[in-house]
């Protein structure tokens, strides 16, 4: 008998702790411009490279490279920065009210701007997307973005959509293609499979876009989304936004160790592509095709878009409790911000002065939107919903129960 | 709530109704869809869909893979598209891995977004025991549901009332939970598991109309008016305390109460206040069980109407046993038990 040690029970850690920084070599990284653009009817297996691939298209001197680059005017590169910047001013602006006691609660997207607002560029009017709560940048990068409306929710006041029954960031518009969001995670990539399914079932052209995080992909309605996506080859595009981070827990406890989120696409038979989700021209390239594809009836995509989650977890998260302070600025892709900044001052078309006179202009857009959105109240002022609201929506119409039961709030106030 | 053309009746069993019900849906409404486990080609373990692919096509009504997540997740997703499905879960036992889409997104979409989104789908479930299905093709889990803000649960006790209750529930813009108690598939089942099974065809609510029709929800029925003592029950057990009041001599009045939540509140609260007696009969377990709720609304409600305890009559507090099959479920013994002490009471 050969002697064997003990087991022992692996338990992945980060690299990077308070105090000593992160060794980065655990991310597959690929140069910029050298991963083939397959065509979009490419069979699922033909793609199982680009799983473990990254594409990328922006170099470090911010130049186009590759098969990826896409074909687009400097004009959308332009509109494209300006939304990245609006999402930062407005993260900054929220932030500082929540600090304010403006709103009980506030979820930056610093660092991951560039996946959201591209995508808001490439998608169509109808299609639908089902986010997580990180995905605000597919709303303010819209024409019609609505950012009063927005903040009127941060605040439960009277002006909010969903009448002060949500916790702020959990947005709702059908009219702009952004589902209901969830607290509970992962629910919704399934839900955007389905919407995908409904889509074909009717003989529409319409896409699902169905977001996760890195860590919610250990949630079990990830695995059931990509099973029905592949089973009913749902024109829908996963999104796997890996920020490397669910709250304290680095992506290796998730399953990312030694493999890539991609590659659970490529193992389901879904055509998977893994894309440096800080690179814009990247972003609006890959879903761009993934767009195509699933238009097309050829069926879903999976991408891992790979990204850094720059600032908190949440306004009621420390990261400096879990991770090093200076990650951010050591991760290897970078700000999307300054390399579509730069990569736009390169080809002539925005400089540096332009630069800070857009941010100083989305900051006032902001600061706007926030002092009309503040006219109808904030979470603590008398501008709230009406009690009364509550006990609405439950159902269709309201229920014997429900209006008994309004009507003893109603008396226990002595109305 | 019938169409006047829809008057042909045929006899039916409470499959071929559930079926006749989902048939004419798709027939009316090109949103609806129908899928789950071995529910397209094959037409269902219990047959509840046969015939439906054939003659809707695939693209109405398709087979599933094992996933109850997968199955509520998509149609919430296509409910926010526009559709309307009416999926299958192919036990209820096994609908556990659906019960966050059910409660955390079903339920709450239409609150959450204030109307901005809706969820217009009923899942379709096989529930009760009685079949000696063991533990975990026998449960009741009802109240899982009724305690559940958004959601509404049905259960149907024949084939007239399973037809219009599930056209209701397939029309209606709220998620439904629909609880069909498969021991009462094929004919009534009072209990009497020794006596030969009696087919639907000699009952009067087999008598099923060919075309459209609903039974309204949120509606009660009185199955044997009585002077008495009132039984609520539903499903399976409204057979049961029929038999149980006929053997025991007791006046019963019972209610099947068809709507679990949101229900009938008014014809239960006036049949109690008349007979001031209450028994409350179902199979699924006892603690925190609907009954505790009936048994709190009648408490509420009847408190200076009632001349003795309400009783309750329940499945016990156990996993559903295979072999102790008739000494777990709540037979006409122990509910005419229950009658007699509630009147010497």
Redesign the interface.
């Known amino acids: 008998m050969p002697q064997r040690k003990p087991l022992h029970l692996h338990v992945p850690e980060p690299t990077g702790r308070p105090g000593h920084d992160t060794d980065f070599s655990y991310l597959p990284l690929s140069a910029a411009g050298a991963k083939r653009r397959p065509p979009v009817d490419v069979a699922a297996a033909q793609t199982n490279d680009l799983a473990f691939a990254l594409i990328r298209v922006l170099d470090d001197d911010g130049r186009a490279l590759g098969p990826w680059a896409p074909q687009v005017d400097a004009a959308l590169l332009q509109r494209g920065l300006r939304a990245m910047l609006l999402t930062r001013a407005f993260d900054a602006r929220m932030l500082i009210a929540q600090r304010q006691k403006k709103m009980s609660f506030y979820m930056q997207c610093l660092g991951e701007e560039a996946i959201a607002c591209a995508h808001a560029l490439a998608i169509g009017d109808g299609d639908m997307c089902f986010p997580t709560y990180r995905q605000q940048g597919l709303l303010l990068t819209r024409e019609d973005n609505n950012m009063v409306e927005m903040i009127c929710q941060l605040y439960s006041n009277e002006r909010d959509p969903m009448k002060g029954r949500q916790l702020p960031v959990m947005y709702s518009s059908k009219k702009q293609g952004f589902f209901s969001i969830s607290g509970n995670l992962a629910t919704q990539v399934i839900q955007g499979v389905g919407w995908a399914m409904a889509s074909a079932i009717k003989g529409d052209d319409k896409v699902a876009s169905a977001w996760i995080g890195d860590g919610a992909t250990a949630e079990a309605d990830f695995h059931t989304a990509l099973t029905f996506a592949h089973v009913y080859r749902a024109p829908v595009i996963i999104n796997v936004v890996n920020n490397q981070w669910a709250i304290s827990t680095f992506q290796a406890i998730a399953g990312g160790e030694g493999t890539t989120f991609a590659a659970r696409g490529a193992g389901c038979g879904i055509a998977s592509l893994r894309v440096d989700g800080n690179d814009f021209l990247a972003c609006f390239a890959a879903t761009k095709w993934a767009l195509e594809r699933a238009r097309s009836g050829f069926g879903p995509t999976l991408i891992e878009w790979v990204t850094y989650r720059a600032g908190p977890h949440s306004t009621s998260d420390d990261p400096s409790k879990y991770r090093p302070a200076n990650d951010a600025a050591r991760f290897p892709l970078g700000d999307p911000i300054e390399r579509l900044k730069k990569h736009l001052i390169g080809l002539g078309a925005w400089s540096d002065e332009e630069h800070e006179v857009t941010k100083k202009a989305m900051e006032a857009q902001v600061a706007a939107a926030q002092k009309e959105a503040e006219q109808f109240g904030t979470l603590t002022d008398a501008h709230g919903q009406s009690a009364a609201s509550m006990f609405e929506d439950v159902y269709e119409h309201m229920p014997a129960h429900l209006l008994r039961q309004r009507q003893e709030l109603q008396l226990g106030q002595g109305a | 709530m019938r169409d006047t053309n829809s008057m042909n009746t045929a006899p039916m069993t409470m499959i071929q109704a559930l079926r006749s019900a989902m048939d004419v849906m798709l027939t009316r409404d090109p949103n609806v869809?129908v899928y789950g486990q071995d529910v397209g080609y094959f037409g269902g373990v219990f047959r509840c869909t046969e015939g439906l692919q054939q003659k809707h096509g695939n693209?109405?009504v398709f087979d599933a893979?094992i996933?109850e997540?997968?199955i509520v997740?998509?149609?919430?997703?296509?409910g926010?598209?526009?559709?309307r499905p009416v999926v299958e879960i192919q036990f209820a036992d096994y609908v556990y891995?659906a019960t966050?889409?059910i409660v955390?997104?079903a339920a709450?979409?239409?609150?959450?977004?204030?109307?901005?989104?809706?969820c217009p789908l009923t899942i379709r479930m096989p529930c009760g025991g009685g079949i000696y299905g063991g533990q975990t093709h026998s449960q009741s889990p009802e109240a899982i549901f009724t305690q559940v803000?958004?959601l509404?649960t049905v259960m149907p006790s024949n084939p007239y009332d399973a037809k219009g209750l599930l056209i209701a529930s397939i029309e209606?813009?709220?998620p439904v939970i629909f609880l069909e108690p498969k021991r009462l598939y094929n004919g009534p089942f009072d209990g009497h598991h020794e006596r030969p099974v009696v087919p639907w065809s000699k009952h009067p609510l087999g008598e099923v109309p060919e075309g459209y029709y609903t039974v309204p929800l949120?509606s009660a029925r009185i199955t044997r008016p009585g002077a008495a003592v009132t039984v609520i029950a539903y499903g399976t057990m409204v057979h049961v305390a029929e038999a149980a009041a006929n053997e025991s001599g007791v006046d019963a009045e019972i209610i099947d109460l068809r709507s679990l939540w949101?229900l009938d509140?008014d014809t239960l609260v006036t049949s109690v206040k008349k007979t001031g007696r209450c028994v409350i009969v179902h199979e699924a377990t006892r603690t925190n069980g609907l009954g505790a709720e009936l048994m709190s609304l009648v408490q509420e409600h009847c408190f200076y109407h009632l001349e003795a305890p309400i009783e309750r009559v329940t499945g016990w507090d156990t996993p559903y046993p295979h072999a102790q099959e008739w000494s777990y479920f709540p037979g006409p013994a122990r509910v005419g038990a229950a009658l007699q002490r509630v009147m010497e009471a």
């Open positions: 869809v693209q109405r893979p996933s997540g997968g997740g998509t149609a919430v997703g296509m926010a598209y526009g559709l891995p966050d889409q955390s997104e709450r979409l239409r609150y959450r977004s204030a109307g901005d989104f809706t803000c958004g509404r209606n813009n709220d949120d949101p509140l």
